[in-house]
């Protein structure tokens, strides 16, 4: 259709120059761009996006959704708690009011969300984890089905090729089980040992709730599966756990986490979420790290990605930052890390930088959620002494519901801050994929984009197809067969 279009354009314009427009004309509309905002929009919306790498599901939803969903629900509002509940009570109305009460209607949606002027009142941080008190009961009952189905399909609309979502792996039966009893944690072999004879019927539990949900995921959208690798948007789930827990309750569920790791390959990895200011999160950090690293070492060295330096002054003392990062990927095996917004104040910076480097440690950068919850913005965010030490990056929404953002947001800010080139962003975009815990081997030699394997020397040519050897790679490799389909994208989105 687009080369009809461009045929047709010139034959009536006779206009060679934009007849056949390639990866250069391309970069100069974006420089076009980049003059208002909306501009930038209509590009970046439709440019192929490699991955958002750091989405927590729950976080994600709309606000506007949760309203439709408790509507139909018959849930109701408390006018007092601004919460949803499901009996009715003194302060309630029922949730289909709201249609009509603006004054709840209003309530609501910014008791579950960054949008009104919340940071008048408190603080962004504050306002922020607050949201997810009233999010839990405004998607009382809901399916799960519903927030993945909605996370999915609105980046199948923004030319998003995959997802790596924090989201549950299991019902939380299964985890209340795992967890009975947990095993005091003095000794972690002992502990390991008592918890071992409980993973099977963990895995089976969480085979059978990923089943379902991954094919309700997909009746919904149309397709065959959501985790293998047909597109147009794949997913593969990561396992979180709260790094607020008791420190017995963290040793048990990083476990659980583990255990579903290692036998089910639609959930790659594992990270800890939550406030990682909050005070336990800051007494418990070298428990979890050392607790991690044993059970890292005993299950099969899993891959993590780690929320690190998610931190500012004005909310976390110096001393927690000079090591949180270094000790998150040298203790914690953090293959990747969340945010990393702290790293100025990390003692032997450039040691670590280059430790990063050199291990090719990424960084999942969040520029909406930072400027929001941290007030890290613009000059105040640590992008460019990344990018300046050759630290690969990608770009992220985090909690794209709660922030009102979505991935090409992420871009159109990352635009607007830093005058990013087009060759750039591309870089943002294959980080996305190089960087991802899809197995397999990669489309790339030695991480290096301009440098393509030899059987794929052509996949940048509008008339490519794949030979045999080629098809047999993409066969054998989920990360080469997603890359492929994203610089098939780069091509079309190009000419
Ligand atoms: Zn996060």
């Known amino acids: 259709m687009r080369i009809l279009r461009i045929v047709a354009a010139f034959v009536v314009f006779g206009a060679f120059a934009t007849a056949f427009p390639d990866e250069a004309s391309t970069a100069a509309r974006l420089e076009k761009a980049k003059r208002s905002e909306p501009e930038l929009?209509?590009?970046?919306?439709?440019?192929?996006?490699?991955?958002?790498?750091?989405?927590?599901?729950?976080?994600?939803?709309?606000?506007?959704?949760?309203?439709?969903?408790?509507?139909?629900?018959?849930?109701?509002?408390?006018?007092?708690?601004?919460?949803?509940?499901?009996?009715?009570?003194?302060?309630?109305?029922?949730?289909?009011?709201?249609?009509?009460?603006?004054?709840a209607y209003r309530a609501f949606m910014y008791s579950v969300s960054m949008a009104g002027s919340f940071p008048a009142v408190k603080s962004g941080h504050d306002h922020f984890f607050d949201t997810f008190g009233f999010i839990g009961p405004a998607n009382n009952g809901r399916n799960p089905a519903d927030s993945l189905t909605e996370v999915i399909a609105r980046n199948q609309a923004q030319n998003v090729q995959y997802l790596e979502l924090m989201t549950s792996v299991a019902p939380g039966s299964a985890m209340s089980a795992f967890m009975k009893d947990a095993p005091p944690v003095d000794d972690f072999e002992f502990a390991f040992r008592l918890l071992e004879p409980r993973f099977e019927?963990?895995?089976?539990?969480?085979?059978?709730?990923?089943?379902?949900?991954?094919?309700?995921?997909?009746?919904?959208l149309g397709r065959k599966s959501v985790s293998g690798v047909e597109g147009p948007t794949d997913v593969r789930y990561v396992a979180s756990l709260n790094r607020l827990g008791a420190n017995a309750e963290f040793f048990v569920t990083a476990a659980a986490a583990m255990a579903i790791i290692q036998a089910d390959k639609r959930v790659v990895a594992m990270n800890?979420?939550?406030?990682?200011?909050?005070?336990?999160?800051?007494?418990?950090?070298?428990?979890?790290?050392?607790?991690?690293?044993?059970?890292?070492?005993?299950?099969?060295?899993?891959?993590?990605?780690?929320?690190?330096g998610e931190l500012t002054l004005e909310i976390s003392p110096y001393e927690t930052m000079r090591d949180r990062i270094r000790k998150t990927i040298e203790l914690g095996h953090a293959k990747r890390i969340g945010h990393?917004?702290?790293?100025?104040?990390?003692?032997?910076?450039?040691?670590?930088?280059?430790?990063?480097?050199?291990?090719?440690?990424?960084?999942?950068?969040?520029?909406?959620?930072n400027a929001s919850i941290l007030k890290v913005e613009g000059d105040r965010h640590p992008i460019h002494l990344y990018l300046d030490n050759g630290i690969p990056l990608n770009l992220n929404t985090d909690d794209e519901g709660v922030s009102r953002s979505n991935l090409t947001q992420e871009y159109v800010r990352a635009v607007r801050s830093y005058g990013f080139s087009y060759a750039r962003l591309k870089d943002l975009v294959r980080n996305g994929l190089e960087y991802s815990f899809?197995?397999?081997?990669?489309?790339?030699?030695?991480?290096?984009?301009?440098?393509?394997?030899?059987?794929?020397?052509?996949?940048?040519?509008?008339?490519?197809?794949?030979?045999?050897?080629?098809?047999?790679?993409?066969?054998?490799?989920?990360?080469?067969?997603?890359?492929?389909?994203?610089e098939r994208a780069f091509v079309a989105f190009e000419n």
């Open 41 to 103: 929009i209509a590009f970046l919306k439709s440019m192929p996006k490699g991955a958002d790498l750091h989405n927590h599901v729950t976080g994600a939803i709309y606000s506007d959704y949760m309203l439709d969903y408790a509507i139909g629900a018959g849930l109701h509002f408390n006018r007092k708690t601004n919460a949803f509940q499901k009996e009715p009570a003194e302060d309630t109305v029922p949730a289909a009011k709201l249609t009509e009460d603006w004054t």
């Open 438 to 486: 899809l197995p397999g081997e990669g489309l790339y030699v030695a991480r290096d984009y301009r440098r393509l394997r030899p059987e794929f020397a052509e996949v940048r040519k509008p008339s490519w197809s794949p030979g045999a050897a080629a098809k047999r790679l993409m066969d054998a490799n989920e990360k080469l067969a997603i890359q492929v389909r994203l």
């Open 340 to 369: 990393g917004v702290s790293v100025a104040w990390e003692d032997d910076l450039p040691g670590l930088l280059k430790l990063m480097r050199d291990q090719g440690v990424a960084v999942e950068i969040c520029l909406t959620s």
């Open 272 to 308: 800890i979420v939550a406030p990682e200011d909050f005070v336990t999160a800051r007494q418990n950090f070298d428990f979890q790290m050392r607790a991690i690293d044993f059970l890292w070492r005993r299950m099969g060295r899993p891959n993590l990605t780690l929320h690190a």
């Open 201 to 220: 019927a963990l895995r089976a539990e969480s085979r059978r709730y990923l089943d379902q949900r991954d094919a309700e995921v997909a009746r919904r």
